[in-house]
């Protein structure tokens, strides 16, 4: 027998594009790309970035709006054998320009949108960037991105990839300064998508929902679990409850990866029962653990398979699947086939059944580690007795007899009071079952006795009393519900709460700007 090597994701849409030419690959709005125009685009990127003398391995940024120009990019930049770095667009201007410099970009695409933020820092990085440039529509400074794209060939990229050379970069959650850069390889990536493919059942006739920014890790679940099954995406420019409801209607979409707060805003619209969404097939909810009331009538309401995913963009994933969403509603489920986790604690140790601790985790695809930070990838270690490296996840979790993981807590985000660890999650969950909660976070801030006390941040229903003496009533009904040492010192209504593109809470911004005003 003669080995082949395993394909990689470039080896993928080449073969999609010779055996499903026609099929529909990417759709957004009104234009839409079949497998066969979708490979010969990406090869045209491709084959200009070489002509541009990128080198595989070498780093090309994306900093662009939604939409079928920024998946060209992407995949293309991945035929090159580049480096993809996408880049979350409500980053500032100064941590976009950090990012550039830390990750070593060659070459930058943006949309119009995002041009105006690059333009001052071309000055600073075109000895970084030569050329490089490259914006939808063009702009004083910028290379024309389809008239650059259109002028390769589409004949196949011979850059040489390296299955161990990086893939993507990542960076983590974040809008100020520098947060980490996670670094996956190319043969990491691929056997991440067949893990997480296989986990949330897609097949080929799957029609994926991109209502995510396209740079999250969120949104690679459903464009590479789609591209693997040789499916199609349907990418929306911005997420809007009723549009998400009409795209689906639409284009029969049958998954979707999407935060919890994107599902309650979807089944609390006004117009949910109006459209005909009996096309989807499963949901994933990811990003934050779903409540569990929202778990179950997410499930009961769209009337298909919900599955919540529990994972890292270092590595390693839990899933609850769909016949465990009502009997074991508060879980995340169970690592994937071939990922293995443990509990320990702060000593490093074991824990059994029932004990809350760090979860750490082990699985093929775990990161390379952090870009340009060994000491952040060697503080994300844990070594179990055999020496083997497992992830830290900086989360608190415990598994129940039959293996269940339940999350706890964030570990930074827990309070310190009087010598007792109090977990704000367990607060939240209490808060979030009065009828008037539309969104709420408990954080800890500074008490002279205690040393931390918990506050809670609620945004209200419409249409509730947002008085002093209705946050007060609402604090005094909230204590009613957990444990003396968890009881609010005080409660706040608050317009909205800050969160990141993803849906992420950022509590570090709540506790800096409650520090600041007080």
């Not at 549009?243 to 209607?249: I, K, M, R």
């Not at 949910?272 to 929202?294: K, Q």
Request: hydrophobic share 40%; charged share 20%.
């Amino acid at each position: 027998m003669i080995p082949g090597p395993a394909p990689l994701i470039p080896d993928l849409l080449r073969l999609n594009g010779r055996w499903r030419r026609a099929r529909a690959a990417v759709s957004c709005g009104t234009e839409s790309l079949s497998w066969g125009e979708f490979d010969r685009r990406t090869e045209q990127v491709a084959n200009a970035l070489v002509a541009l003398g990128l080198q595989p391995g070498e780093s090309v940024a994306v900093l662009m709006n939604n939409g079928i120009p920024m998946v060209e990019a992407l995949f293309g930049a991945m035929k090159a054998g580049a480096c993809v770095v996408p880049l979350n667009l409500s980053v500032t201007d100064d941590g976009i320009e950090r990012m550039l410099v830390d990750a070593g970009a060659r070459v930058v695409v943006a949309t119009p949108a995002q041009r105006a933020r690059l333009a001052p820092m071309q000055a600073r990085l075109d000895q970084v960037l030569p050329g490089g440039w490259l914006c939808v529509d063009g702009g004083a400074g910028f290379a024309d991105y389809a008239a650059w794209r259109d002028a390769a060939p589409a004949t196949h990229c011979q850059a040489a990839l390296d299955p161990d050379g990086p893939c993507n970069l990542i960076y983590s959650s974040g809008t100020t300064a520098l947060p980490k850069g996670i670094v996956h390889s190319h043969r990491r990536r691929i056997e991440w998508t067949y893990d997480v493919g296989v986990a949330l059942r897609y097949g080929s006739n799957a029609v994926a929902i991109c209502p995510v920014g396209l740079f999250s890790n969120i949104s690679w679940v459903a464009m590479l679990c789609s591209f693997l099954a040789g499916g199609s995406i349907v990418v929306m420019d911005h997420f809007d409850p009723e549009d998400f409801l009409a795209t689906v209607e639409r284009h029969r979409c049958t998954h979707v990866a999407m935060v919890p707060l994107q599902f309650q805003k979807v089944v609390e619209d006004p117009s949910f029962a109006r459209y005909d969404i009996s096309s989807m097939r499963n949901l994933c909810t990811v990003g934050s653990p779903m409540h569990p009331d929202l778990k179950q009538r997410v499930a009961r309401d769209f009337g298909c398979d919900l599955t919540e995913l529990y994972g890292l963009t270092e590595g390693i994933i839990t899933t609850l699947d769909p016949e465990d969403v009502f009997s074991r509603t508060a879980s995340v489920g169970k690592p994937v086939p071939g990922t293995d986790l443990r509990i320990i604690d702060e000593e490093g140790r074991e824990l059994p059944a029932g004990s809350a601790g760090e979860i750490v985790g082990w699985s093929r695809f775990v990161m390379i580690g952090y870009h340009n930070r060994p000491d952040a990838t060697a503080e994300a270690l844990w070594h179990d007795a055999e020496g083997r490296p497992w992830l830290r996840t900086g989360d608190i979790g415990k598994l129940d007899e039959d293996g269940y993981l339940y999350i706890v807590d964030r570990k930074k985000d827990m309070i310190l009071s009087g010598g007792q660890n109090i977990f704000p999650a367990d607060i939240e969950a209490a808060i979030k079952t009065h009828p008037a909660v539309f969104d709420c976070a408990v954080i800890g801030i500074p008490h002279d006795k205690w040393g931390e006390t918990p506050l809670g941040l609620v945004v209200l229903r419409p249409g509730h009393p947002a008085t002093p003496a209705d946050a007060e009533a609402m604090r005094a009904w909230v204590n009613e519900r957990v444990g003396r040492q968890q009881r609010l010192s005080r409660l706040e209504f608050r317009g909205e709460l800050p969160r990141n593109p993803t849906g992420k809470l950022l509590k570090r911004e709540l506790r800096t700007a409650y520090v600041a005003r007080t």
